[in-house]
């Protein structure tokens, strides 16, 4: 793949029960900034599919891209970062792994057990509006979480694909060096997983890698879609800014 940017490549991953169509709203100001967008689809796999394929993708472009993903993407985007493959990762309201991934886990099975439960069951489910709503997309307005569920939502296996993530997310061999600065970012009103799991995260990292960048942000006032899927690219602007910062 041959690109045209001023800035490189960013390559897009998103999460559980999303449509690679969440990302539209961040494409038009991507591109804007001088970036490539690319975006990597998935349906249904595991994460060490997802994983694969995202390694697959970077192989054809000419150099490391930045990777931006949502929450199992996160874990993806902090793996091919450690792994060598990204010049930089952004990873917004990500799944934990590890010691981290316990307060999310608590949370969600004392505060949203239907939501949970989905994560049983074998076959591909995808959470009820009510579920989306109360959970996913809690702090805009109804319309806009109505819009973002019809236009984004898809069935997925959920247990498969976050069991996956939490076992999988690190590299196998720990103090593997890292290439590239690392932004953690945490929703303040995110009911699926919780702003004191990312906290942890960001310490665990800051603890194993002290030499490396590795930035945490909290927006207050955000839930777990962090403004994906709609006109609020307040989460995009700080990241374009923290590309900037990064000479990137």
């Known amino acids: 793949m041959e690109t045209g940017s001023e800035r490189g490549v960013v390559l897009l991953i998103h999460g559980l029960w999303f449509h690679q169509d969440v990302w539209t709203p961040w494409l038009a100001?991507?591109?804007?900034?001088?970036?490539?967008?690319?975006?990597?689809?998935?349906?249904d796999p595991s994460f060490g599919v997802l994983l694969t394929a995202a390694r697959k993708r970077i192989e054809a472009l000419p150099a490391r891209p930045?990777?931006?993903?949502?929450?199992?993407?996160?874990a993806v985007a902090e793996r091919l970062l450690s792994d060598g493959k990204a010049a930089a990762a952004i990873s917004l309201a990500p799944v934990p792994g590890?010691?981290?991934?316990?307060?999310a886990a608590a949370h969600l099975f004392r505060h949203w057990t239907q939501i949970a439960l989905l994560g049983l069951r074998g076959n591909a489910v995808a959470p009820s509006f009510p579920q989306f709503r109360q959970t996913i997309a809690s702090a805009g307005s109804t319309?806009?979480?109505?819009?973002?569920?019809?236009?984004?939502?898809?069935a997925a296996k959920p247990?498969?694909?976050?069991?996956?993530?939490?076992?999988?997310?690190?590299?196998?061999?720990?103090?593997?060096?890292?290439?590239?600065?690392l932004l953690l970012v945490a929703g303040g009103k995110d009911q699926l997983v919780s702003e004191t799991s990312i906290a942890l995260l960001h310490r665990d990292y800051r603890r194993r890698q002290p030499d490396a960048v590795?930035?945490?942000?909290?927006?207050?006032?955000?839930?777990?879609?962090?403004?994906?899927?709609?006109?609020g690219v307040v989460v995009l602007f700080y990241c374009l800014d923290w590309l900037t910062a990064q000479n990137m």
């Open 66 to 74: 930045v990777v931006i993903g949502h929450g199992v993407g996160g």
């Open 214 to 231: 590795t930035d945490y942000q909290v927006f207050p006032g955000m839930d777990h879609t962090l403004g994906l899927g709609t006109q």
């Open 143 to 154: 319309a806009d979480a109505r819009k973002l569920y019809e236009s984004c939502v898809v």
């Open 98 to 103: 590890g010691y981290p991934a316990v307060p």
């Open 159 to 181: 247990r498969a694909v976050l069991m996956d993530a939490v076992r999988h997310r690190t590299p196998a061999r720990n103090g593997q060096p890292r290439r590239g600065p």
């Open 29 to 43: 100001e991507l591109d804007e900034a001088g970036y490539d967008a690319v975006v990597l689809p998935w349906a």
